[in-house]
């Protein structure tokens, strides 16, 4: 199957996903304990108050009638209003998403530039002193938590050495890479390390492959063997490892931004469960769900272009 027929046949694919990611984020949400009234009113409020809010807000239909009522206005890209900041749940996805996707991004190239020459020289060296500590060193980073990496980075480097800052975010782009450097190396340690195994078990095994003893018996320099025949075979199941690491470092971030004030998405989900903020916590997680499969997507389509044959 061409590769454009692949593409095609995966864009249709992501149709029910994002259905079903509609009715999961609707479910959820009102699983959460508590109700927004109350967390509007306080544990103090009266009845008469707290079902005025309800039908306010709509929240005292029936489930199918407020499921309806959120497909029509997802629909046309109306995704509420959020109940604490009343503001357009919109807004604050479009202003909150980027800077979790910068981290993320940021997060994802530090990994990937820790990872692969990492991974190269512990293949090349299997065995040995560097393949020993290369692996030990990424041991404790992969067994440490996230929070107390971020903890220990941020001490260090933004308290003691005052190298970054504490918190923040910046005005410009590149203080917002500044201030976001800090945060993304600490997602970016533990998802280094799980790529590194992966891609130093794949580089060993490719290196005692027939065609790549072939390219070496016809004279091709190392570098060429490694780069056209090693690494993008080994790349293969990284790359599908990359993408489902995507879920887990968005997960990684919502702690991440905690830890370092950092404005985004994540923050803001954490404000607005426990605000019972619905509207946001449906639009967010409903965001954050299509940005994952959206990356799934885009995985599954470079994994093709690397392999040809998972296109068949």
């Known amino acids: 199957m061409p590769l454009g027929s692949f593409v095609a046949r995966r864009l249709l694919q992501v149709i029910p996903t994002f259905a079903f990611i509609l009715v999961v984020v609707f479910v ?37 009638v407020q499921f309806l009522r959120f497909l029509e206005a997802t629909a046309t890209g109306d995704l509420g ?17 980027p800077v979790t996707i910068l981290l993320t991004v940021m997060a994802a190239l530090i990994a990937l530039a820790i990872a692969i020459p990492l991974a190269f020289v512990s293949a090349l060296r299997r065995g040995g002193a560097a393949d020993a500590a290369i692996r030990g060193v990424f041991q404790v980073g992969l067994s440490t938590p996230v929070f107390y990496l971020g903890l220990v980075l941020l001490i260090v480097f933004a308290a003691k050495l005052r190298w970054f800052p504490v918190g923040g975010y910046g005005e410009t782009f590149l203080d917002h890479v500044y201030h976001l450097f800090l945060p993304a190396l600490t997602l970016a340690l533990s998802l280094a390390a799980v790529l590194m195994r992966n891609l130093r078990a794949a580089i060993i095994g490719v290196l005692g492959a027939d065609y790549v003893e072939f390219a070496r018996a016809k004279g091709l320099a190392t570098r060429l063997v490694l780069v056209r025949h090693v690494l993008r075979n080994a790349l293969i199941s990284t790359v599908a490892l990359f993408g489902l690491s995507i879920g887990t470092l968005l997960g990684g971030a919502v702690i991440t931004e905690t830890v370092f004030a950092i404005p985004g998405a994540g923050r803001l989900m954490i404000d607005s469960i426990y605000g019972r903020d619905y509207p946001v916590v449906q639009g967010m997680t409903m965001a954050l769900a299509i940005l994952v499969s959206l990356t799934f997507l885009a995985t599954d389509i470079l994994q093709a272009w690397l392999d040809p044959r998972i296109a068949r």
């Open 81 to 97: 209003q959020s109940i604490h900041l009343h503001v357009p749940v919109l807004d604050l996805v479009l202003q909150r998403l």
């Open 28 to 64: 959820l949400v009102r699983l959460l304990p508590g109700d927004p009234a109350s967390a509007i009113l306080g544990d103090r409020a009266l009845d008469a108050d707290v079902a005025r809010i309800n039908a306010d807000l709509g929240l005292d239909r029936s489930l199918p």
